[in-house]
């Protein structure tokens, strides 16, 4: 079966109405058995000559148009940052089809990771609105941050899903951040938002796993961001993982709704609101703050520093003893 102008096979609805763009692993890759070289003087337009990077891809596709990016299977290592600079493109990872599954959900992904080499920077820039993200394991290198936002301006439709952030593969360092909304015109600082980026991004995370092999730095870092992050994961595999969610300035009008933090190691708290400047308030609901023993376990706060103007947690559960049983009771102490 072949994949139609409109990237479903052919008999199927079509589900993209743009061009889907290919972007292959390596210079060199296989199909179907078959050996080609990928290259940025390629058109794209099928798997069989794809192209070598995703910033290729955006320059080739046309804004707003329903384009998508998929990336082929196997482990992406680019040696810059990709730049996301024209709205409404999607960019996924190789997964099943679609258009054979009633609710639109694929039966699972083909293992595609995004990472980089040679070169001390991000991975993914977004700097356009009204772009998707999917199916993918990003996997930053040790001291930045996995996707940011290097730009000051509004970004509004945003859309992160079914995303695994590796922090547990590189050397372990506390600048080590998964998906980092703080991150605005390359400043420096707590949230490294510039004095002049006031801007706001908003959007959609869901189905996302933030997976922490140690002291790395937060896992979601949502500044300058209106948000509603659903059915996320927060898990650590060693040492202790100090942040793994952060609200800082203007996270406004933000909603963390049935996720979940674990760990066989330590986590120092769930979410910190330390550095927050919430006018438009932090809702936390239907949430579970989990350990695995009596010996690794979050602490008592697991929810900390905001005010109490700026946060509402409704119907989240804290595991309050050594045998896993959850219990409503420690709420009142979760906001310490």
Same mark, same amino acid.
């Given at each position: 079966?072949w994949?139609?102008h409109?990237?479903?096979?052919?008999?199927?609805?079509?589900?993209?109405?743009?061009t889907?763009?290919?972007?292959?692993?390596?210079?060199?890759?296989?199909?179907?058995?078959?050996?080609?070289n990928?290259? $940025?003087?390629?058109?794209?337009?099928?798997?069989?000559r794809?192209?070598?990077? *995703?910033?290729?891809?955006?320059?080739?596709?046309?804004?707003?148009?329903?384009?998508?990016?998929?990336?082929?299977?196997g482990?992406?290592?680019?040696?810059?940052?990709?730049?996301?600079?024209k709205?409404?493109?999607?960019?996924?990872?190789?997964?099943?089809?679609?258009?054979?599954?009633?609710?639109?959900?694929?039966?699972?992904r083909?293992?595609v990771?995004?990472?980089?080499?040679?070169?001390?920077?991000?991975?993914?820039?977004?700097?356009?609105?009204?772009?998707?993200?999917?199916?993918l394991?990003?996997?930053? @290198?040790s001291?930045?941050?996995?996707?940011?936002?290097?730009v000051?301006?509004?970004l509004?439709?945003?859309?992160?899903?079914?995303?695994?952030?590796?922090?547990?593969?590189?050397v372990?360092?506390?600048?080590?951040?998964?998906?980092?909304?703080?991150?605005?015109?390359?400043? @420096?600082?707590v949230?490294?938002?510039?004095?002049?980026?006031?801007?706001?991004?908003?959007?959609?995370?869901?189905?996302c @796993?933030f997976w922490?092999?140690?002291?790395?730095?937060?896992?979601?870092e949502v500044?300058t961001?209106?948000?509603?992050?659903?059915?996320?994961?927060?898990?650590?595999? %060693?040492g202790?993982?100090?942040?793994?969610?952060r609200?800082?300035?203007?996270?406004d009008?933000?909603?963390?709704? $049935?996720?979940?933090?674990?760990?066989?190691?330590?986590?120092?708290?769930? *979410?910190?609101?330390?550095?927050?400047?919430?006018v438009?308030g932090? *809702?936390?609901?239907?949430?579970?703050?989990?350990?695995?023993?009596?010996?690794?376990?979050?602490?008592?706060?697991?929810?900390?520093?905001?005010?109490?103007?700026?946060?509402?947690?409704?119907?989240?559960?804290?595991?309050?003893?050594?045998?896993? @049983?959850?219990?409503? %009771?420690?709420?009142?102490?979760?906001?310490?």
């Amino acid at each position: 079966m072949w994949i139609s102008h409109y990237g479903t096979l052919f008999g199927a609805p079509p589900t993209v109405t743009g061009t889907v763009w290919w972007v292959a692993p390596s210079a060199e890759y296989t199909v179907a058995g078959k050996t080609y070289n990928a290259s $940025n003087d390629n058109d794209g337009r099928s798997p069989q000559r794809a192209i070598r990077t *995703i910033t290729q891809a955006v320059t080739n596709a046309t804004a707003d148009a329903g384009d998508v990016i998929v990336l082929l299977p196997g482990t992406h290592t680019v040696t810059a940052t990709q730049v996301v600079n024209k709205s409404g493109l999607s960019i996924i990872g190789a997964v099943g089809p679609r258009a054979y599954f009633p609710n639109g959900t694929p039966p699972g992904r083909l293992p595609v990771i995004l990472t980089t080499t040679g070169t001390n920077d991000e991975v993914l820039s977004i700097q356009s609105a009204n772009t998707e993200v999917g199916w993918l394991t990003i996997r930053p @290198t040790s001291a930045f941050s996995g996707i940011v936002f290097d730009v000051d301006a509004a970004l509004p439709g945003l859309y992160f899903h079914d995303l695994f952030f590796d922090l547990e593969t590189q050397v372990v360092d506390i600048d080590t951040i998964g998906l980092d909304f703080g991150h605005r015109t390359n400043a @420096t600082g707590v949230a490294k938002i510039s004095a002049t980026a006031t801007s706001v991004a908003s959007g959609y995370v869901e189905r996302c @796993t933030f997976w922490s092999g140690g002291a790395q730095g937060v896992g979601l870092e949502v500044a300058t961001a209106w948000l509603h992050i659903k059915n996320c994961r927060f898990h650590s595999t %060693a040492g202790t993982w100090a942040t793994p969610m952060r609200f800082a300035t203007n996270a406004d009008n933000c909603v963390v709704e $049935n996720c979940l933090w674990t760990t066989t190691a330590t986590m120092s708290l769930a *979410i910190d609101g330390t550095d927050a400047n919430v006018v438009g308030g932090v *809702i936390i609901a239907n949430s579970n703050f989990c350990i695995s023993s009596a010996a690794t376990n979050l602490s008592a706060d697991s929810i900390r520093g905001f005010a109490s103007t700026e946060v509402v947690v409704s119907d989240c559960y804290q595991v309050s003893n050594a045998n896993g @049983t959850s219990s409503v %009771a420690a709420i009142s102490r979760m906001l310490g």
